[in-house]
T-cell receptor, first 115, second 116 residues
Framework: NAGVMQNPRHLVRRRGQEARLRCSPM?????VYWYRQLPEEGLKFMVY????????ESGMPKERFSAEFPKEGPSILRIQQVVRGDSAAYFC?????????????FGQGTRLTVV | EDKVVQSPLSLVVHEGDTVTLNCSYE??????LLWYKQEKKAPTFLFML????IEKKSGRLSSILDKKELFSILNITATQTGDSAVYLC????????????????FGTGTLLAVQP
């Protein structure tokens, strides 16, 4: 059973370009979480998705950021018109059910660098 | 505002030493506290603690939660160089409907370096 797969592992974008980060959850997991880790800071929750639904996006910046988890395919975190402050490691986590006892498994992250 | 604070920020020890990492929290509607180990990749799950006073153990690692004083400790005995990592503490938050989720508030971590 492969773990949570994120790609790309490293992404370099120029200011103003778009960044697309992909996350394939573990097999059998239908809940996906995105976290951002800025330099010298802890992981910060961004968004929680189930298949085709955004459950909680309270940690997402109001502009330029969006996330989806379609019925088929990976979850996508999309950042439009990137700025230098978007440079960070973006982690995806997945869990099978939400009954309070299933911990989340994290992917290896995508390190975004905006130049 | 909900927050999780870890101490120390960093720690250097020699192989064989015992270390204690601290995590205190201030959150409303506490559900559970989790510890993760992060090397240069994905955070890997160590423990989840829900009840006070019950020690969880896994090999040389152990952890306990005090819900009255709002803190947890992670102990590592007989440290090895492979224990070098950032140790993250996180608190699980509930959804609006009251169910638990993996929406987590993380501390900034403790960087542990174990020297040979």
């Amino acid at each position: 059973n492969a773990g949570v797969m994120q790609n790309p592992r490293h992404l370099v974008r120029r200011r103003g370009q778009e960044a697309r980060l992909r996350c394939s959850p573990m097999k059998g997991h239908s809940h996906v979480y995105w976290y951002r880790q800025l330099p010298e800071e802890g992981l910060k929750f961004m968004v929680y998705l189930q298949k085709e639904n955004i459950i909680d996006e309270s940690g997402m910046p109001k502009e330029r950021f969006s996330a989806e988890f379609p019925k088929e395919g990976p979850s996508i975190l999309r950042i439009q018109q990137v700025v230098r402050g978007d440079s960070a490691a973006y982690f995806c986590a997945s869990s099978p059910v939400e009954r309070g006892r299933s911990e989340a498994f994290f992917g290896q992250g995508t390190r975004l660098t905006v130049v | 505002e909900d927050k999780v604070v870890q101490s120390p920020l960093s720690l250097v020890v020699h192989e064989g030493d015992t270390v204690t990492l601290n995590c205190s929290y201030e959150v409303t509607n506490f559900r559970s506290l989790l510890w993760y180990k992060q090397e240069k990749k994905a955070p890997t799950f160590l423990f989840m603690l829900t009840s006070s006073g019950i020690e969880k153990k896994s090999g040389r690692l152990s952890s306990i939660l005090d819900k009255k004083e709002l803190f947890s400790i992670l102990n590592i005995t007989a440290t090895q160089t492979g224990d070098s990592a950032v140790y993250l503490c996180a608190v699980r938050l509930p959804m609006n409907y009251g169910g638990a989720t993996n929406k987590l508030i993380f501390g900034t971590g403790t960087l542990l370096a174990v020297q040979p």
